[in-house]
């Protein structure tokens, strides 16, 4: 069965800085799989933020926070982060884990995934 669990919200200052952490189970992580971070402000639709395909490493990053935010992984823990940095009061929102078995060429995109976390949620005052 597969599960990813996410942790590491919070309220923080605008400026400040977060670290979420997306651990996952019930499937081959490092093999031919896409993990992203997606979030989703009230009233809002949900939007991609950042994405990591788990055999390469290699990652992809919405505009909006492309200098601010740093996806990464630990292979042996099965674990997907999320470095949030210079944050501001618009990426207050919930922020989910996404997984999808097979990579795919919209990493971004929230259809594109078959599996979801619960959600952390990111405060973020002026």
């Known amino acids: 069965q597969v599960q990813l669990v996410e942790s590491g919200g919070g309220s923080v200052q605008a400026g400040g800085s977060l670290r979420l952490s997306c651990a996952a189970s019930?499937?081959?992580?490092?093999?031919?799989?896409?993990l992203s971070w997606f979030r989703q402000a009230p009233g809002k639709e949900r939007e991609g933020v950042a994405a990591?395909?788990?055999?390469?490493?290699?990652?992809f990053y919405a505009d909006f926070v492309k200098g601010r935010f740093t996806i990464s992984q630990d292979n042996a823990k099965k674990t997907v982060f999320l470095q949030m940095n210079s944050l501001k009061p618009e990426d207050t929102a919930m922020y989910y884990c996404?997984?999808?078995?097979?990579?795919?060429?919209?990493?971004?995109?929230?259809?594109?995934?078959?599996?979801w976390g619960q959600g952390t949620q990111v405060t973020v005052s002026s």
């Open positions: 996404a997984a999808r078995i097979g990579t795919t060429s919209l990493p971004l995109a929230q259809y594109e995934y078959d599996f």
């Open positions: 019930g499937f081959t992580y490092s093999l031919n799989n896409d």
């Open positions: 990591i395909d788990s055999e390469t490493g290699g990652a």
